[in-house]
């Protein structure tokens, strides 16, 4: 059955919306092949799109990317519920970032040429990264954290750099249970809490310092 055939047969709502086809056209041919040797065109014939139709949904493969990890954020969020509402935000947290590699099970072997490529390209890897603190954000929040306030900016970066390393634990976990990728998941988790409440208390111990230089800025800047 060739894959235009198959799209057909398939007849779910994704393919009727160009953006959809194009996400799931280039992760079913970033399964098949490196993404070095996978062009627009094939990309644009995958969906079943003209070139024209595909630009009109996607300006580039670098933003379907962005348009994938956009669907991802929406499929965790869309299942969040308040079963956990009782637990901590870092066994909140914990379940959400399970769920989150649940829904990108069936794209695991396209992940994986994809992140082999971006670790050869430091300008991938920092648009991967900048991917990974959007979502952080709103997985965060999803767990009943925040983002806000001085360390928020830190906190973020913390938590994607956490993920990108348990990413890569996943990329090679085949077991049923996901064990390891638990287990290193609940330690950079740990990790994380630790260090966020070190640099809290540090930030509260500076404040009587850091605090008036910072009205003076505001003030000399016109913030206020």
Avoid: C
């Avoid at 003209?50 to 933003?63: E, H, T």
């Avoid at 794209?107 to 920092?126: Q, V």
Wanted: hydrophobic share 45%; no cysteine.
């Amino acid at each position: 059955m060739n894959s235009k055939k198959h799209r057909d047969d398939e007849g779910d709502h994704k393919s009727h919306n160009p953006r959809d086809r194009a996400i799931d056209a280039l992760m079913a041919l970033a399964a098949q092949r490196p993404w070095t040797d996978i062009t627009l065109a094939d990309v644009a014939e995958e969906a079943g799109l003209s070139l024209a139709q595909f630009r009109d949904a996607f300006p580039s493969k670098g933003a379907i990317l962005g348009g994938f990890s956009r669907r991802i954020d929406r499929i965790v969020l869309e299942e969040t519920t308040d079963d956990l509402a009782a637990e901590s935000v870092k066994d909140r947290l914990f379940d959400v970032l399970m769920r989150r590699f649940d829904a990108l099970k069936p794209y695991k072997t396209a992940l994986d040429s994809i992140y082999a490529w971006a670790m050869r390209d430091p300008l991938a890897l920092a648009e991967i990264n900048r991917l990974a603190v959007n979502s952080m954000r709103f997985m965060l929040e999803a767990a009943g954290g925040s983002s806000e306030g001085p360390l928020g900016s830190v906190k973020l970066q913390g938590l994607a750099m956490a993920w990108s390393r348990v990413f890569h634990v996943w990329l090679s976990d085949e077991s049923e249970d996901l064990a390891r990728t638990m287990a290193a998941l609940d330690k950079e988790l740990e990790r994380g809490k630790m260090l966020t409440h070190r640099l809290d208390e540090a930030r509260k111990t500076l404040a009587p310092l850091t605090n008036p230089l910072i009205g003076l800025a505001e003030r000399f800047l016109g913030v206020r």
